[in-house]
């Protein structure tokens, strides 16, 4: 097989951080000998959430076996996941904001039809739908667990108890039509297409204050794993996880 040399969009200090979070895990759990170093596990690990490296190929660059690949990225994303912050910590940076964006998106999976439950009517294919609380200023701040993607924004946002946190902390919130009716600190625009007046320049200048939400769904979108999961989709709660927290640390 041929092997060619690549490279990661990240800084050495993510892999640097992320290795010395498994060397701390290793001693913790009284690890012994491994085929890999903390340092070439963290870069295993990035490349698979980073570009999207499937486990054969990553097996066949690193010279280990596709199932040992399988256990030290599952126990890395796990570690991650672990470190992801909550809604309620997450409330902690949000009340220091002058406002927040809400926003919704579906992360596509390797379902097939019969799959019903996966299946989004809006975006016509199979996928997990993600919630995400993002800064005025686009970055990411918080992304909720996945659920399957035929689950309305509006519901996916109330499963979370995203409206109830936001209402409690009196915190302005901006989104989309779909969570019309959520909570009266969710901001969201007129419905229909013929608006006139102050109706169509409320619903313009609420499109430029909320169109900074979708660079958050872009950059939890730049990690090229979630862009066709093709893992368990009970897994796919811990993948994100894992990518907020690597986000986050960047």
Known sequence: MLVYPSAIDLSSRTLQRLAGLLAGHRRRIGSRWRRLTCGRQALLVLAHLRCG???ARLAAGFHIGIATVYRYIRETVDLLASLAPT??????????????????????????????PYYSGKKKHHGMNVQILADPAGPLIWASDALPGATHDLTAARTHDIPAALTADDIKCWADKA???????????????????WRQRHNRDHAKIRSLGERAVAILKSW?????????TTRITAVVRAVVTLELAI
Request: hydrophobic share 35%; glycine share 6%.
């Open 53 to 55: 490296d499937t486990y």
């Open 87 to 116: 809604l309620e910590q997450a409330m902690d940076t949000v009340r220091r904001k002058a406002y927040v964006i809400l926003d919704g998106t579906l992360l596509p999976i390797d379902r097939i039809a019969a799959d019903r």
């Open 179 to 197: 969570y019309q009716g959520a909570s009266p600190s969710i901001r969201v625009p007129f419905r229909g297409r013929n608006l006139r007046g």
């Open 224 to 232: 090229r794993v979630l862009r066709k999961l093709r893992c368990n």
